[in-house]
């Protein structure tokens, strides 16, 4: 029955009716926190592009954990900023590498936490790719252009590189078990090579971490939303891109391959990463898969929101909220996000 009969308007008169009919709820719970753990003590170095998220050195970032845990974010997802990179990514992998340090402390200061760990070599790789780089001689190269009848005057078709996958798999395997040993919760993969989640889960089957959980950043996309974060994890790609790894924007069909790939391979958590801008992913990966679901509401969303803020142009803790509670709408259990700290203290 149509209006008059019909008047959507009686449910919304007051804030006590709105909140009986709301359908989404944002929980302190269900936010994970990122750090970027740095070397020294006493260190908090505020991000330029991001302003309210820092580099924090392991006993700041113990502090910081505390302050979470008290308000109710029981989660949080380490980043590290290594002392030296190489171009076997070490530090990702060391028993004394900064994230196994802070996960160590962390742990053993703060009982319940929930402490995920980023599994990824672009921060520790002198070359910020994701995995193992080969490169390929120039004449090389230009030979197999040349054999692909490519004009000579043509720009290169063919990289004079390539992150080699199957050698990048024992990296974030040794990585993976290092992180269970020092502590980690939850491994968390962000790299996008194919099969790492297997491989990853075998290793650490293999080192008796069979109910370490994996949460697998199965849809990646290569995305100008991790802009800011490059720059607080210092991760940028010192050439090239990460297109020949990371998804094309431009595919959901896709997405659903990477995610269901990843199920099979044993992932317990999957996610989507960028959150806005692909909430028909999340609402996609929702319908399909009953597995939790995580979305990453990544620095550069956070950025736009703080640069449009400061300008007065928006309100920022509404449009804060409005982004997370967007991002549950879609159908995320869980959300990684900057602002979890201050979106759980103005949910209390
Ligand atoms: C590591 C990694 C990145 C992010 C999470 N893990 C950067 C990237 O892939 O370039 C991005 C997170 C953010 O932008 O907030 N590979």
Not at 123 to 136: A, D, F, L, N, T
Not at 276 to 282: E, G, Q, T
Not at 310 to 329: A, G, K, P, T, Y
Request: proline share 5%.
């Amino acid at each position: 029955m149509a209006f008059p009969a019909n008047r959507l308007r009686r449910l919304r008169r007051t804030e006590t009716l709105r909140t009986l009919v709301r359908e989404t709820r944002l929980t302190p719970e269900s936010l994970v926190y990122p750090l970027f753990i740095c070397p020294g003590t006493g260190i908090r170095k505020e991000v330029r592009s991001m302003p309210g998220v820092f580099n924090l050195s392991v006993d700041e970032a113990v502090h910081e954990v505390r302050e979470a845990c008290a308000l109710g974010v029981l989660s949080i997802i380490l980043f590290g900023l290594p002392e030296k990179k190489d171009e076997v990514a070490t530090g990702a992998w060391a028993e004394d590498g900064i994230v196994q340090r802070a996960a160590r402390a962390i742990k053993s200061a703060v009982r319940d936490v929930v402490v995920m760990g980023d599994v990824c070599l672009c921060e520790y790789m002198s070359h910020g790719h994701c995995g193992i780089v080969k490169e390929r001689t120039k004449d090389n190269a230009k030979a197999e252009r040349q054999s692909l009848g490519a004009a000579a005057a043509a720009p290169p078709a063919i990289a004079e590189y390539e992150i080699l996958n199957d050698a990048s798999l024992e990296l974030l395997a040794r990585t993976s078990v290092s992180l269970a040993r020092s502590g980690v919760d939850i491994i968390a993969p962000s790299d996008m090579m194919d099969g790492r989640v297997g491989a990853i889960r075998t290793a650490l089957d293999g080192a008796g971490f069979e109910n370490t959980p994996i949460l697998s950043y199965a849809a990646k996309f290569s995305s100008g939303f991790y802009g800011p974060f490059r720059e607080a994890a210092d991760s940028a790609p010192q050439f090239g891109d990460r297109r020949s790894y990371q998804m094309d924007p431009a595919n959901i069909r896709e997405a659903m391959r990477e995610i269901e790939l990843d199920i099979e391979e044993g992932a317990d958590i999957i996610m989507v990463k960028p959150a806005m801008p692909y909430l028909d992913v999340i609402a996609a990966a929702r319908h399909r898969f009953d597995l939790p679901l995580a979305a990453y509401q990544v620095s550069g969303e956070y950025a736009m929101i703080e640069a449009a803020a400061r300008n007065q142009w928006i309100d920022r803790e509404r449009v804060m909220m409005e982004s997370l509670l967007s991002i549950r709408r879609a159908g995320a259990s869980m959300i990684l996000t900057y602002y979890a700290k201050e979106a759980a203290r103005l949910l209390a």
